[in-house]
């Protein structure tokens, strides 16, 4: 029963740890920006980190100006697999653009364009998700082009999300214990069976 009860912690442990490198690493690290806006009508300011809080009603949102740039550095580097952008509807801005490009770095000195891209204020919320397939990165930025069209949008973004690759090792491990849990258990019903 010993035996039994230690495969099934460490495969819980193990189940754990798997979500957890999974997730949104964006969260656990810290936002930077160019600039953060301060609103007079609810008293907040739009400041980097809301940006990855997690929360996809608060923002980042540039001082009163059309371009900028958010910057991430996560807690680590990772091997990432999928980036997500996004930004949340409003009726007042319908129309309303944003051009982006989008880099990732080791170092924050050498920076390697992902892609770019523009956000579209639509009736509908909107989200960019590029997927870079296992490039190792710790820091992302994310630039809004300037831009002199009258419908052009203050810079801003709701949230990124930074999801890695999931570590083979671990999934590896957890279905080891998995299958080491079942043949023990097998093992001991066996042995109770025999001595009936």
Aim: net charge negative; hydrophobic share 40%.
């Amino acid at each position: 029963m010993m035996k039994i009860a230690r495969y099934i912690i460490i495969s819980v442990l193990l189940l754990g740890s798997q979500r957890a490198y999974a997730g949104n690493v964006a969260i656990d690290g810290i936002a930077t920006a160019s600039s953060e806006y301060y609103d007079p009508i609810t008293g907040i300011y739009k400041t980097a980190s809301l940006a990855i809080d997690g929360d996809p009603l608060t923002n980042w949102s540039a001082d009163g100006i059309s371009y900028g740039w958010l910057k991430i550095e996560l807690n680590n580097s990772y091997l990432i697999s999928t980036i997500v952008l996004k930004s949340l509807h409003l009726p007042v801005y319908y129309g309303h653009t944003m051009d982006y490009n989008l880099y990732s770095s080791l170092d924050d000195i050498d920076w390697d364009l992902i892609g770019s891209g523009t956000i579209i204020d639509t009736p509908q919320d909107w989200f960019d998700m590029w997927h870079v397939n296992g490039k190792n990165m710790r820091y992302i930025k994310y630039e809004v082009i300037p831009n002199h069209n009258p419908t052009a949008h203050w810079a801003h973004l709701y949230e990124i999300e930074v999801y890695p690759v999931p570590e083979p090792s671990t999934c590896f491990l957890f279905g080891f214990s998995l299958l080491g849990a079942g043949l023990i258990k097998r093992r001991a019903s066996t042995c109770r069976s025999s001595k009936v």
